[in-house]
């Protein structure tokens, strides 16, 4: 009987993925139309990193197979830019670097780690990757477990530049952020964060008043250094969110 692999390769507008096939969300999804199912996300992304100045350097936290990463990479090619992410899925790590290794993206670095307010050791429950599910939905816990995942503070990275931030961590948006605080201080990054697990609110009392806010779609809100929003040659028509004062 022939074995059927939990992953495979994919081809796709952004070039070639390897793709576990009982995500649906994302195999089906890229079968079927020829692009990730979060394309809309993806346009807006691809929009923001499109006016960043060159070689600019972007993170993205909880890449996963790289649906985002490897877009922005090719993007930012032609910039010189870098592009770090961070998964600590170890299957999704090495489908991620194989993806890279296929799409010859030497400007795309990746970590099999987590990231948090932190440096310390979190754990992953474990994983069928034969079974039906949405292997972006999987979290860290402080539950002991055999997958160790090394978690590291940006701020403790020495991070000499930072452009655009992304954040999709399944809960752990805030802890990330606390984390790094000191380098979105000093570099002033668009933050493209992950919401909808924790509420926009807890994500905007974060950052300094000279933060702007949008609700990008129903899972995203975009923290934009005002300066930066009044650069844009573009009018943003999401919804535009404020703190309570």
């Known amino acids: 009987m022939m074995q059927i692999n939990n992953f495979l390769t994919l081809d ?61 990479a090719q993007t930012v090619r032609s910039k010189e830019g870098i592009v770090n992410a961070f998964e600590p899925q ?40 034969s079974k039906d599910q949405d292997f972006g939905q999987v979290f860290l816990t402080e539950t002991q477990g055999k997958n160790i995942v090394e978690v590291v503070c940006l701020d403790e990275l020495n991070i000499k530049r930072l452009d655009f931030l992304k954040i999709d961590v399944e809960g752990m948006e805030i802890a990330v952020i606390k984390g790094a605080l000191k380098t979105i201080t000093q570099y002033r990054p668009y933050c493209w964060v992950e919401y909808w697990k924790i509420g926009f609110e807890s994500i905007i009392q974060l950052f300094e008043d000279d933060y702007a806010f949008f609700i990008m779609d129903h899972l995203n809100i975009l923290c934009a250094p005002k300066e930066k929003i009044q650069s844009l040659n573009a009018t943003i028509t999401v ?3 404020f703190k309570n004062t």
């Open 12 to 72: 796709c507008k952004y070039g070639k993925f390897i793709i576990n096939r009982h995500c649906h969300l994302q195999a089906e999804h890229i079968v079927k139309k020829g692009v990730p199912h979060i394309q809309a996300e993806l346009d807006n992304i691809l929009f923001l990193i499109s006016s960043l100045p060159d070689k600019p350097v972007i993170f993205d936290i909880g890449a996963n197979a790289g649906l985002v990463s490897i877009p922005i």
């Open 90 to 129: 170890r299957m999704l790590y090495y489908a991620l670097c194989g993806s890279v290794a296929l799409n010859d993206l030497d400007n795309l670095y990746v970590y099999n780690k987590g990231v948090g307010e932190k440096a310390s050791i979190l754990y992953l429950n474990d994983i069928d990757y």
């Open 239 to 241: 919804k535009q969110v």
